[in-house]
């Protein structure tokens, strides 16, 4: 069964500073990969998914994020993190057309 | 376009008390779901549903209920409330797993 593992529940960073946000999964099939960004008192937003293709994906805010099949990681980036940014991540997978998984979350703090 | 609509935003029920979460979507999405999100957990799936008149359990459907008359519409029904149900509720939709899914804006519910 697929599962996801966000290895930090909270990641400080200063203002203007690169963050990387980890996520780790598990499955025995192909999969489909998601980033989801909730702000304060508001629903999931799509921040980027992997479908196929390219492992480097492009998504919202300037964020990207790498599929490596090799150590089923598919961690979350940004070069330079603002204010703006404070927010829970969720990684989530899918087993090839089955329901979201999603994980616990990272809360994101960004540190003036 | 208004995405997928939840009412109420904030509700206070008294123990044993049942009430129905509303959910709404105009994208004209097969798949709806229902989560529900706790500190530090994530998100759990309550149910699911891929058409009108098709509804399934998630991982905690315990003390819950739903139905889907019409593709739009996905209430979600608790029963007896208890404390344990006290939680942030959201809804949300799409047209295939690999697409991601759409969120509403969530219900807080507490349950006194």
């Known amino acids: 069964a697929q599962s996801v593992t966000q290895l930090d529940s909270q990641v400080p960073v200063f203002e203007e500073a690169p963050v990387e946000l980890r996520c780790n999964y598990s499955?025995?099939?192909?999969?489909?990969l998601f980033w989801y960004v909730q702000y304060p008192n508001q629903g999931l937003q799509l921040l980027l998914k992997?479908?196929?293709?390219?492992?480097l994906v492009k998504g919202i805010n300037g964020f990207e994020a790498e599929f490596n099949k090799s150590q089923t990681s598919f961690h979350l980036r940004k070069p330079s993190v603002h204010i703006s940014d404070t927010a829970e991540y969720f990684c989530a997978v899918s087993e090839f057309d089955d329901k979201i998984i999603f994980g616990k979350g990272t809360r994101l703090h960004i540190l003036p | 376009n208004a995405g997928v609509t939840q009412t109420p935003k904030f509700r206070i029920l008294k123990i044993g008390q049942s009430m129905t979460l509303q959910c709404t979507q105009d994208?004209?999405?097969?798949?709806m779901y229902w989560y529900r999100q706790d500190p530090g957990m994530g998100l759990k799936l309550i149910y699911y549903s891929v058409g009108a008149g098709i509804t399934d359990k998630g991982e905690v459907p315990n003390g819950y209920n739903v139905s889907r008359s019409t593709t739009e519409d996905f209430p979600l029904r608790l029963e007896l409330a208890a404390p344990s149900q006290t939680s942030v509720y959201f809804c949300?939709?799409?047209?295939?797993?690999?697409?991601?899914?759409?969120f509403g804006s969530g219900t807080r519910l507490t349950v006194v």
């Open positions: 992997y479908l196929s293709g390219s492992t």
């Open positions: 949300a939709s799409s047209y295939q797993d690999r697409a991601g899914y759409t």
């Open positions: 499955s025995s099939v192909s999969v489909y």
């Open positions: 994208m004209n999405h097969n798949y």
